[in-house]
């Protein structure tokens, strides 16, 4: 027999041994999923013996984690601006940055207009989910390259009940015009943006097991913001708006690139760790 502060102790020992940050939370965060409570709840319930169901999920769990598999692709799930996402490896994990990009497009909307918007590179679909459930009336299209991740975006736009307004698109900005699409109120990208050097020296959860396209432009971290720039002018409305999420270090660059493509306003907003991480600029 093993209790839950056995295993949990057992467990976070062999994540640390495997070169696991925070061993001891991911092996906490792990067995709450198992046994559908929330991490804390363990603290209440240390002395229970786990079943060999649980046992034998818990090992398979903790294994796939010392491999360095990401926590959320093990638990399918990730919470992101206040609802809860599935994820697997065909999408970028939905970072805590991004809530910020959320946050400043609605701030540029008023709540109860119609507004139009489209989401380039959507992955799991969490930008437009968060705005969509936040912005009753407005109308989505969502692009992506991989038809996995579009996949993805729908089943969880069906679960916000959010589907019947967002439009799925397999699209790819790089090689395609956005000609056949409507004139939008804002345009919105966090676009592989890790350049090709940059990539090499990422965390092995990222370099291994998020899908790379995602992730680097495989080249100078900057094509995305060039294209979609350069893409975006003819298909914003008069007063619309491009936000962009950006790595550190690429502000200065991308505002420059925004510039060139005739962009008004741009307005550079920092993340809680003091980075510049948000840009938006104004078609006039
Ligand atoms: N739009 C998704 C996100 O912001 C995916 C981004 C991407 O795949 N580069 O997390």
Redesign the pocket.
């Known amino acids: 027999m093993i209790t839950v502060l056995e295993s949990i102790n057992l467990s976070a020992q062999y994540l640390a041994q495997k070169g696991i940050e925070s061993s001891r939370i991911n092996a906490e965060l792990l067995l709450a999923d198992i046994l559908c409570c929330k991490r804390l709840d363990l603290y209440l319930s240390f002395d229970k013996p786990l079943g060999n169901q649980e046992i034998e999920k818990y090992r398979d769990y903790i294994r796939r984690r010392g491999n360095f598999e990401p926590l959320q692709y093990i638990t399918g799930k990730v919470d992101f601006y206040g609802i809860e996402l599935k994820v697997n490896s065909s999408?970028?994990?939905?970072?805590p940055e991004?809530e910020l990009?959320v946050e400043n497009i609605l701030n540029a909307l008023s709540r109860d207009k119609e507004s139009t918007i489209l989401?380039i590179?959507?992955?799991?679909?969490?930008?437009t989910i968060a705005l969509a459930v936040n912005l009753a009336f407005s109308k989505f299209i969502c692009t992506?390259t991989s038809d996995d991740?579009l996949n993805v975006a729908k089943e969880n736009a069906e679960k916000y009940f959010v589907a019947g307004r967002v439009k799925f698109e397999k699209h790819n900005i790089l090689k395609e015009e956005l000609n056949y699409f409507p004139q939008f109120d804002i345009i919105v990208?966090?676009?592989?943006?890790v350049s090709r050097e940059d990539f090499k020296s990422l965390q092995k959860e990222i370099r291994e097991f998020e899908?790379k396209s995602?992730?680097t432009d495989n080249s100078d971290g900057y094509t995305f913001f060039r294209e979609i720039s350069r893409k975006s002018l003819k298909k914003l409305k008069d007063g619309g708006k491009l936000f962009f999420?950006v790595a550190e270090g690429q502000s200065k660059g991308v505002t420059e690139i925004m510039k060139e493509n005739n962009f008004k306003n741009i307005t550079v907003i920092k993340d809680y760790q003091n980075i510049d991480r948000i840009i938006f600029g104004e078609m006039k």
Request: glycine fraction near 12%; charge should be negative.
């Open positions: 999408v970028l994990i939905p970072r991004t990009l989401d590179g959507c992955g799991s679909g969490n930008i992506d991740a990208s966090n676009p592989p943006y899908p995602a992730v999420e």
